[in-house]
């Protein structure tokens, strides 16, 4: 089992950036891939970016490509969200998870279908 533990939300005007942080925590730390999904008030849930542990490769969905940066620190079972140029789109409660698809990861599609754990969340409201 791992425990996933987000912080890092906030309140930030449109434009500007937020840093989430996740640490895992578990007997058996064992994933494929680790990340980021979110849900908008009265929304379908949606995958964000995650990185692939073998590699660490990285993947994001388009929306948030060329403003999000994901990374990680092993050292310290951490994962990171750069969240920069903010919209208000992107407002939502932001969940970390990880990641065990049966076929490996080689996309986001693939992470989120593959997800087996996941946080509480963290709420990034971007609002003027």
């Known amino acids: 089992q791992v425990q996933l533990v987000e912080s890092g939300g906030g309140l930030v005007h449109p434009g500007g950036s937020l840093r989430l942080s996740c640490v895992a925590s578990?007997?058996?730390?064992?994933?494929?891939?680790i990340g980021w999904f979110r849900q908008a008030p009265g929304k379908e849930r949606e995958g964000v970016s995650c990185?692939?542990?073998?590699?660490?490769?990285?993947y994001y969905e388009d929306f948030v490509k060329g403003r999000f940066t994901i990374s990680r620190d092993k050292s310290k079972n951490t994962v990171y969200l750069q969240m920069d140029s903010l919209k208000p789109e992107d407002t939502a409660v932001y969940y970390c998870?990880?990641?065990?698809?049966?076929?490996?990861?080689?996309?986001?599609?693939?992470?989120?279908?593959?997800?087996?754990?996941w946080g509480k969340g963290t709420l990034v409201t971007v609002s003027s």
């Open positions: 998870a990880t990641s065990v698809p049966v076929d490996g990861i080689a996309s986001m599609s693939d992470f989120y279908y593959g997800m087996d754990y």
């Open positions: 578990g007997p058996n730390l064992d994933y494929d891939a």
């Open positions: 990185i692939r542990v073998s590699d660490d490769r990285a």
